[in-house]
């Protein structure tokens, strides 16, 4: 059973840089053509997808954040790692990772979803 | 990357059929069969409901269906139950090697 958690600051303010954490369970981040990936959703607006990290340690990431984004994984603790730098109010948002299979080109699989506030 | 254009909201009755569109480039849409659907009811993570345009996942009722012509797609829900009501999203694999998402459509079960 694959299942995916998202922990982090529940606040952080203007100009901070946010470092969220997926802790995932199920499958491996080593396998072939696993990846994780980051996707935000502000409230009452739709989903925004941030970055992907393969299974050969390749990332993508969304062309307009690529500047603020860094993704990183730790396999032998089955966690992926997001930072945004330069928090600004308009990120506030529910973050959510999600699995896929690079292959297949789904989300497959989703944790529940972290609600991050910017706010001074 | 601009996001794909959904319908802001649909509605139907129970019972009946709707579908919602959504609408890409030949850099997402058009370009590949990497299509996907997504439900989200109030305060859940998404669910996938349909992916590479028109396949179902394990669980997920045949009355969703999906489809494709250029560079837009369509989900269809058909006889429409209460609980189809929820937000529905659409997401295409990108020239960029990038994914974006649809603005999102609000069904409505009246």
């Known amino acids: 059973q694959v299942t995916l958690r998202e922990s982090g600051p529940a606040l952080v303010k203007p100009t901070q840089t946010l470092t969220l954490t997926c802790t995932f369970s199920g499958f491996s981040l080593s396998a072939y053509g696993m990846c994780v990936s980051w996707i935000r959703q502000p409230p009452g607006k739709a989903l925004e997808w941030l970055a992907l990290?393969?299974?050969?340690?390749?990332?993508y990431y969304s062309i307009s954040l690529k500047t603020r984004l860094t993704i990183s994984k730790d396999t032998s603790k089955n966690q992926v790692v997001l930072t945004m730098t330069n928090m600004d109010p308009v990120d506030t948002a529910t973050y959510y990772c999600a699995r896929l299979d690079y292959s297949l080109k789904y989300f497959e699989n989703w944790g529940q979803g972290t609600l991050v506030t910017v706010s001074s | 990357q601009s996001a794909l254009t959904q319908p802001a909201s649909v509605s139907g009755s129970p019972g009946q059929s709707i579908t919602i569109s959504c609408t890409g480039t030949?850099?997402?849409?058009?370009?590949?069969?990497?299509v996907s659907w997504y439900q989200q009811h109030p305060g859940k993570a998404p669910k996938l409901m349909i992916y590479d345009v028109r396949h179902r996942p394990s669980g997920v009722s045949n009355r969703f269906s999906g489809s494709k012509s250029g560079n837009t797609a369509s989900l269809t829900i058909s006889g429409l139950q209460a609980e189809d009501e929820a937000d529905y999203y659409c997401s295409s694999y990108t020239s960029s090697s990038t994914w974006v998402f649809g603005g999102g459509t609000k069904l409505t079960v009246l």
């Open positions: 030949s850099s997402d849409v058009g370009g590949y069969n990497y």
């Open positions: 990290i393969d299974w050969d340690d390749d990332k």
